[in-house]
Every structure is written in C-alpha cells, then in structure tokens.
C-alpha cells in the first residue's frame, strides 16, 4: 500500500507540457490556499517544488523565503509552512467555467496537491479537502460533482471540509488527475480485497453446510437408534434397513456419498433417511 506523501510525490511529478495545463495547476495550488502577500503555502517540499517549477514554466518568478524548512526549539522541532511567493503576487486568473478538460484535471490535480489531506489506511481511502470558507468548499464542490465526483461537507473546527468518501469517488478522482501509480497501487489493494472476501464468503458457507450435514446425519442415528432399541428395525422393508445400515456405517457421510454406497438417487437416500424419522417420530 502506497503513502499519501508517495501520492502527492507522483502527483508532483507530473509536469504537465501545455502551458494552459501549467497555469490551470498553479490556479488549483493556489485555490483557497494563499499564502499572506500572495504565493503557495504549504507543508509539502514536494508540492512547494511543484510551485515553483509551475510558476517559472510560465514567465512568474518565484521565490522561497530563506530558512522556513524547520526549526529546533529545545526539543521540539516546529514545522513551519513553506512559502512560494509569486512576482506578479497574483497569476493572471484562471476560470473554470471557459477550461478546457485538460485543464480541469491539472486544475484538480493542483488543488489535491495543495489543500488536500489523503489516508489510505486499512479503513479505507479517504481524500479531504480543508479550506478556511464556505465558499472556497462549495465552488470546488460543485467542480468535483462536474468532474463526476461526489463529495459531501462539513464544518470542522470552523474549518470547511470537503470529503470523498468511498473507493468508487476516490479512484475516480486519482484517475483524473492523473496518479497512475497511485491508482494502481489503489485497484490492486481493492481486487486483493474482494477476492479475500469472496474467498471467506465460500468458507463460511461451506462450514454452514458442513453443521446442517452433520446435524441431519445425528438426528438420522437417534432415529435409526431408537427404531432398532424397540425391535422395529428388522421388521421395516429392505430398502429402509440398507439405508439405516449405510447411514450407521458412515456417520459423518453426506448425501452423496451414501447415494453412491446404496447405488441408488441422491433423492431417494434422502427420502428414506427421512421416512426412518418419521417412522422414529410416530412411534414415540
Ligand atoms: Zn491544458
């Protein structure tokens, strides 16, 4: 199973080759993740690299403030964000609406990179967009909902969250922008799943009918039991008495096997097994 930091790291290194995918990606970093003064905050050196080489791809220039990596105080080491401040502060703007589809997915694919949060844990995948307005939380919304994604929100700690939960949405949306690897990796883990699913499926399924054979074969023996403690065994047609004797001579058998052994139908085993129970029933 992948890393989410390996997910971003193949993510930012997709270089898109148009320039219209280049300024589509920067619009998605920067998408409600501004850094103060304009640029790309973040986390991630991967995704700030992935700024950087965006912004100068297409004429920006961009700079990083000197010594924001981390710092030691005492023993804590403190994360800082990194910063890509951007010349001009603002990128010429970027609509979706007039976009062509490849630079939705790039858009996307920015916006993954930099307001997305991904685990893709044994609980199941799950990719989380954060934003600090609602509005910021419901245009990217409806953009996912046009991509054919679903999500749904919430408000957390005054934050707005934006969540695909489910495989379906998730590979969807690795699919889009473009984590091949990622998805790969991703649809393995899922058929690994299903077939361990399926597989205990049988297995639970095989053992509920191993316990019914073995319960009917055990109320078969008290039957013939009971039938041959009152003399009334011996006295039953020869077809019965073949039947009872097959049964007490092969006690974990099934049906088939005793079918075989009488040489006769699986169904007309069954049928005499159960007359011996009924017989059995009606006389006590
Ligand atoms: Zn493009």
Redesign the pocket.
């Known amino acids: 199973m992948l890393l989410a930091g390996e997910v971003k790291g193949e993510l930012a290194r997709i270089h898109?080759a148009?320039?219209?995918?280049r300024r589509?990606e920067l619009a998605g970093l920067l998408y409600g993740n501004r850094a103060a003064g304009g640029g790309v905050r973040t986390l991630d050196h991967a995704t700030a690299r992935t700024a950087m080489h965006l912004a100068t791809s297409i004429g920006l220039r961009a700079t990083t403030p000197p010594g924001i990596a981390s710092t030691q105080q005492g023993s804590v080491r403190v994360r800082h964000h990194l910063q890509v401040r951007l010349e001009p502060a603002a990128p010429p703007p970027w609509h979706w609406g007039q976009?062509?589809a490849?630079?939705r997915r790039?858009f996307l694919r920015g916006v993954l990179l930099g307001s997305a949060s991904l685990s893709l844990g044994a609980g199941g995948p799950h990719i989380e967009f954060v934003f600090s307005t609602a509005r910021d939380a419901a245009a990217l919304h409806r953009r996912l909902a046009e991509s054919g994604v679903r999500a749904a929100r919430l408000l957390r700690r005054d934050r707005h969250v934006l969540y695909l939960k489910g495989q379906e949405e998730v590979a969807t949306l690795l699919r889009l922008v473009g984590a091949n690897r990622a998805l790969l990796d991703f649809e393995t883990a899922r058929v690994g799943r299903d077939v361990r699913n399926r597989v205990n499926r049988l297995l639970n399924a095989e053992e509920a009918n191993l316990a019914r054979t073995v319960r009917a074969a055990d109320r078969q023996l008290q039957a013939i039991a009971e039938l041959a403690s009152t003399g009334r065994l011996e006295r039953l047609p020869r077809g019965l008495r073949e039947a009872a004797a097959q049964r007490r001579a092969h006690p974990d058998a099934d049906l088939d096997a005793l079918a075989t052994g009488l040489g006769i139908g699986r169904s007309a085993v069954n049928h005499r097994l159960r007359r011996l129970i009924e017989m059995a029933e009606a006389a006590s």
């Open positions: 898109p148009r320039n219209c995918c589509a976009s062509a490849c630079d790039s």
